[in-house]
């Protein structure tokens, strides 16, 4: 069947799909019966491990004594760089393909040297988690400390240009003359901004159950991507991929901390194979900042050279950004302003620095969530250079194709985002002078910005039953991050097979099943439910053909069809179980797959994004600086919606990331010892009940049949693309005082308040 016929199938029948159904999972979450990995209960009891982090940020192990930890009550093993498993090197720091960043050995233990503060040094496994910890603080070791370099901007004469940007990405692009093109610009805006290291924080730690059952592990964990993080942890343990099993039944939250292996699994799957027992170990809170990836610090470069009517003549996008030496990680930050706006000359370039820290990490949006603090800011300052109307602005630079990529968009509705945007939130009431609108000793301005995220599918694969009695059941490896997966995935089986939601069961989360992408990237819902469709519109085909064979006094076989939950042979209609005990008494199944969009045609001819329009009102305080969100909009453009209310639910919680970036959240490096000072929830800020306003979510829906066969495109990640911006463009609006460095918060308001309230 093709894609086309395949999409009038669906939304023809459609009962579920784009429905604001409630989560199938929703009960045994409150429940508490849907269990997390290291609540897991499944074989012998666990012993627990507890890892011991370095004391420096750079150097070497010159001595280590792990005997009094090893005496200490209930302690069964100690593990350090001395008695540590054989594991394979780690190798460069650079992979040569970018896959391989995902699924190459992650070694613990392999020598005495030190690259980061935390880093693990050793392990300790007890009966209990409070004997283990207890027994890790017995360890004495005395280092060798040589000193490393923390800072980004004081070592800016050290960057250099990586060979690529995550996930691919050209490090550089140009297209015309920009140097010559922004130097002739009639206006020009040359601004930096800089933004903070920041942490994932999940609320559920990363943490590992590991289970040895002869040569055969079983790792249950909390992961993302379960193809990725099996060939991981076998490339680690040096064990046949097929010898690992990987369980993530239910995330609770990853945010791209939890795409690839990290020291607790690794950890637990060496101690359990060596005791022959279940070893259970989680990352401490503060653990995690350290060892579970993080937002490196970035410093953007924004230059904008424009006609006087604002038409952009030179887009200009340079980012330095720090990176681990061990391993390089270069965040794509530039690259979305690749397709954002038109302009003739355009220059994007990443640069890294290179610290001692641990490697970064993928985090929500990543590339759109800091660069689009700055881009978005920057054409801000540009409106108010140009006296325009920021949204005037934006249309005027409004691209008809691809600016660098020189094809169609799939589908583009950005104008219609930020106009429907304009219209809901009264725009036309912010005061286009900064500074002019107060509510007694508040002053209270309104921003907006663009949001833009690409739309990705990757290669998947689903497997789907029915039995005699109309029941189905269907398989992926797909994990549910707190999506929502769950529940869309049973939305499209009920709706393409024409039976009720609770005949149908969602296996998710093993690594047994056929594998998927995973979540993350915004692609979960597209990749996992376009295989899904295509395996239950197999099964479809093979129950009519089952029914057309046992089918009386049927001449044409477009005379049976199935729908509803009946089989119609002409104008006779059959409960569909019926058929099935009569043709298939012992059940069906089918498998359909999708392959990896950016090899096909589709994705080859247009360019895919998703895209919004941001809105925030925010009061200051005049005495104080403090800041306070009023009231955030957005206004989302991601082709078909699958399910209304785990659609807004995730661009909701996008906007309160965007808050927490634009106000919040920053991580303070020490820059002596290398070490994140404020690394646990009482001190690294985000936003809580009490700081999140008033929010709203509207949807433009359109099937975008370029995308693949559901029409949806990403959205989980839009909500943060643009959303900060947004408010630190409404607090100048209030205060007329631009701050370029995040989070923004009151010290760097107040020394400019006083000129605004006289």
């Given at each position: ?157 050290a960057a250099y240009a990586p060979k690529r940007t995550n996930a691919g990405f050209e490090t550089d692009s140009a297209v015309g003359d920009f140097e010559t093109a922004f130097a002739e610009a009639e206006v020009r805006i040359d601004v930096s901004y800089r933004t903070p290291y920041q942490h994932h924080n999940p609320m559920e730690p990363h943490a590992t159950l590991a289970i040895w059952q002869g040569d055969d592990v079983t790792i249950h ?110 965040e794509q930050t530039a690259v979305f302003a690749r397709s954002l706006y038109a302009a003739s000359n355009r220059l994007t370039r990443h640069r890294l620095v290179p610290v001692d820290l641990n490697r970064g990490e993928w985090m929500r949006s990543p590339g759109e969530a800091p660069g689009m603090l700055a881009l978005e800011c920057a054409m801000d300052e540009l409106a108010e250079r140009l006296d325009l109307d920021p949204i005037e602005l934006r249309i005027r630079n409004e691209p008809d ?358």
């Amino acid at each position: 069947m093709t894609e086309n016929a395949q999409r009038r199938t669906t939304s023809g029948g459609d009962q579920f799909t784009g429905k604001a159904v409630d989560r199938v999972d929703g009960p045994r979450k409150v429940t508490g019966t849907a269990h997390y990995a290291y609540e897991i209960a499944e074989g012998p009891l666990p012993a627990y491990g507890y890892i011991l982090g370095a004391a420096i940020a750079k150097g070497r192990i010159l001595e280590i004594d792990a005997e009094l930890a090893e005496r200490a009550p209930g302690v069964l093993y100690v593990m350090t760089h001395l008695n540590a498993p054989r594991q394979p090197e780690f190798g460069p720091a650079v992979t040569p393909a970018v896959r391989e960043v995902f699924t190459r050995a992650r070694p613990v233990l392999r020598g005495d040297d030190v690259h980061y503060y935390d880093q693990p040094v050793g392990l300790v496994v007890a009966e209990t988690l409070e004997a283990a910890r207890a027994a890790a603080a017995l360890i004495k070791i005395r280092y060798q400390e040589t000193v490393g370099d923390f800072g980004l901007e004081e070592h800016l004469a050290a960057a250099y240009a990586p060979k690529r940007t995550n996930a691919g990405f050209e490090t550089d692009s140009a297209v015309g003359d920009f140097e010559t093109a922004f130097a002739e610009a009639e206006v020009r805006i040359d601004v930096s901004y800089r933004t903070p290291y920041q942490h994932h924080n999940p609320m559920e730690p990363h943490a590992t159950l590991a289970i040895w059952q002869g040569d055969d592990v079983t790792i249950h964990t909390s992961a993302q991507t379960l193809s990725n993080f099996r060939a991981g942890l076998a490339a680690t343990l040096g064990v046949p991929v097929e010898r690992v099993r990987v369980v993530s039944r239910y995330i609770g939250g990853g945010f791209g901390s939890k795409l690839i292996v990290h020291a607790d699994s690794v950890f637990a799957a060496l101690a359990a194979r060596i005791l022959k027992r279940p070893v259970k170990i989680t990352l401490t809170r503060q653990q995690m900042f350290a060892n579970a990836g993080h937002r490196a610090e970035m410093l953007q470069q924004v230059r904008l050279g424009a006609r006087a009517d604002g038409r952009l003549v030179a887009l200009g996008h340079d980012v330095w950004s720090a990176t681990a030496r061990v391993e390089e990680f270069c965040e794509q930050t530039a690259v979305f302003a690749r397709s954002l706006y038109a302009a003739s000359n355009r220059l994007t370039r990443h640069r890294l620095v290179p610290v001692d820290l641990n490697r970064g990490e993928w985090m929500r949006s990543p590339g759109e969530a800091p660069g689009m603090l700055a881009l978005e800011c920057a054409m801000d300052e540009l409106a108010e250079r140009l006296d325009l109307d920021p949204i005037e602005l934006r249309i005027r630079n409004e691209p008809d194709q691809d600016p660098e990529r020189r094809v169609p968009f799939s589908t583009r509705n950005l104008v219609a985002c930020m106009q429907e945007g304009a219209r809901r939130f009264g725009w036309g009431r912010r005061s286009p002078e900064p500074g002019r609108l107060r509510e007694g000793r508040k002053l209270v301005g309104m921003g907006m910005a663009a949001a833009i995220r690409p739309n990705y599918i990757g290669a998947a694969a689903a497997w789907v039953r029915i039995d005699a009695a109309g029941q189905v059941t269907a398989r992926l490896d797909m994990t549910d991050i707190g999506t929502g997966t769950y529940t869309i995935l049973t939305q499209i089986a009920a709706d393409t097979l024409g039976v009720p939601l609770a005949a149908v069961t969602i296996e998710l989360g093993d690594s047994r099943f056929p594998l998927t992408a995973g979540s993350g990237g915004s692609w979960g819902a597209a990749s996992a439910g376009t295989a899904l469709l295509r395996a239950c519109e197999a099964l479809k085909e093979k129950i009519l053909a089952a029914a057309r064979v046992h089918g009386a006094l049927v001449r044409n076989a477009a005379d049976v069809s199935m729908a509803a939950g009946a089989v119609r042979f002409g104008n006779r209609a059959e409960d569909l179980k019926d058929v099935l005990r009569r043709v298939a008494p012992k059940g069906l199944d089918a498998r359909g797959s999708v392959e990896a969009g950016a090899g096909t045609e589709a994705y080859q001819a247009f360019s895919q994004h998703s895209h919004g329009a941001h809105f925030a009102e925010v009061s200051v305080d005049c005495d104080t600086g403090e800041i306070r969100a009023r009231r955030l909009l957005a206004v989302i453009d991601a082709g078909r919606i699958l399910n209304r209310k785990t659609a807004r639910s995730q661009i909701l919680g996008g906007m309160t990331w965007g808050l927490g970036a634009a106000l919040m959240e920053k991580t303070v490096l020490d820059g002596r010892y290398g070490r994140f000072v404020n690394h646990d929830l009482a001190e690294y800020h985000i936003p809580v009940n009490g700081d999140v306003p008033d929010l709203d979510v509207v949807f433009l829906e359109e099937n975008d049949d370029k995308a693949n066969p559901l029409g949806a495109k990403g959205l989980g990640e839009l909500g943060v693309c643009g959303a900060g911006a947004a408010i630190a463009n409404a607090v100048y609006n209030a205060t007329g005082v631009r701050v370029r460095e995040f989070p923004l918060t009151l010290d760097k308001l107040l020394p400019d308040l006083p000129a605004f309230i006289l």
